[in-house]
């Protein structure tokens, strides 16, 4: 037996019986498992890609980067890339191999990140402080509440992006004198059930990735390149939608483009704006 809470006016206890639990929950599973059997991307993340047949990804969602960054090419030549919400690594996983190519696709040398005693750290948790870059001359900083496991050449930093002690480790991986390429935000929020709730806390989440990436990012005009200073971040749909691209968003990038990968399930009202030209 079993209580479950629906949300109304009033809240009513209602209790199912435990086979009734059982057969649902059975159900579900069965709909996961098969949707996911039958998704390619599912398949894919297991075989490897053309970016490096050798190579499986931590998640499907690393499709959506591949996509993005073939017809915008925001990775090439990026020196110092932060990905928010990065757990389980997946982005990190692909930003890495394109970085391994160099700016014109020659594998470059890659090093283990040191600490400040010279030895080995993959990681940045609480308490610990920066290390120095972990690819020859790049750099890629990922962040999400959740821990990331190791990836070679990434920093890794568990904490919540919204909170200051988070940003103030964020910020020191960060080097001043270069600032950042290319900033990816696939922050979601948590879904409770409430739209309403949930496409707000996603908007928000958008108009933090901006923040920073206007604090952060490179201009178009230091890096001698149009579309220099790139930020990449999802959103889901909302009536604001177009307010904040017109008021953020193209106030402060000489292009902008939606898009909605094609490895994005159909059903998902997530797309991706893509940002370039940064103007300062």
């Known amino acids: 037996m079993f209580s479950t809470i629906l949300p109304s006016k009033r809240s009513i206890a209602i209790t199912l019986p435990s086979t009734f639990q059982r057969r649902y929950a059975s159900k579900s599973s069965k709909q996961w498992l098969s949707r996911q059997?039958?998704?390619p991307f599912v398949r894919q993340r297991n075989q490897g890609t053309d970016i490096d047949p050798g190579t499986t990804f931590?998640?499907?969602?690393?499709?959506k980067l591949i996509e993005l960054n073939e017809r915008y090419k925001f990775l090439n030549g990026a020196r110092t890339v932060v990905d928010l919400g990065g757990?389980?690594?997946?982005?990190?996983?692909?930003?890495?191999k394109e970085m391994e190519k160099g700016p014109k696709g020659v594998v470059t040398e890659t090093s283990k990140p040191i600490d400040m005693d010279g030895e080995p750290k993959m990681e940045l948790h609480e308490g610990n402080e920066l290390q120095l870059p972990t690819t020859l001359g790049r750099k890629i900083?990922?962040?999400?509440?959740?821990?990331?496991?190791?990836?070679?050449?990434?920093?890794?930093?568990?904490?919540?992006?919204l909170a200051p002690e988070t940003r103030r480790r964020l910020v020191q991986a960060i080097s001043p004198a270069t600032g950042v390429d290319v900033v990816l935000s696939d922050m979601a929020p948590n879904m409770s059930g409430n739209r309403l709730r949930d496409i707000d806390l996603s908007l928000e989440l958008c108009t933090m990735a901006f923040d920073f990436a206007k604090d952060w990012?490179?201009?178009?005009?230091?890096?001698?390149?149009?579309?220099?200073?790139?930020?990449?971040?999802?959103?889901?749909?909302?009536?604001?939608?177009?307010?904040f691209r017109k008021e953020y968003l193209q106030a402060a990038f000489r292009y902008v483009s939606n898009v909605k990968p094609t490895s994005s399930r159909s059903e998902?009202?997530?797309?991706?704006?893509?940002?370039?030209?940064?103007?300062?």
């Open 37 to 39: 059997s039958r998704d």
């Open 58 to 63: 931590r998640a499907r969602s690393a499709f």
């Open 87 to 96: 757990a389980p690594g997946g982005w990190s996983q692909v930003v890495a």
């Open 141 to 161: 900083i990922a962040v999400d509440l959740l821990p990331i496991s190791t990836i070679p050449g990434v920093i890794s930093i568990q904490g919540d992006f």
């Open 217 to 243: 990012l490179v201009t178009a005009q230091e890096t001698g390149k149009p579309h220099g200073g790139v930020l990449v971040m999802k959103y889901f749909e909302h009536p604001e939608l177009q307010a």
């Open 268 to 280: 998902s009202s997530e797309a991706y704006w893509i940002c370039s030209g940064f103007k300062g």
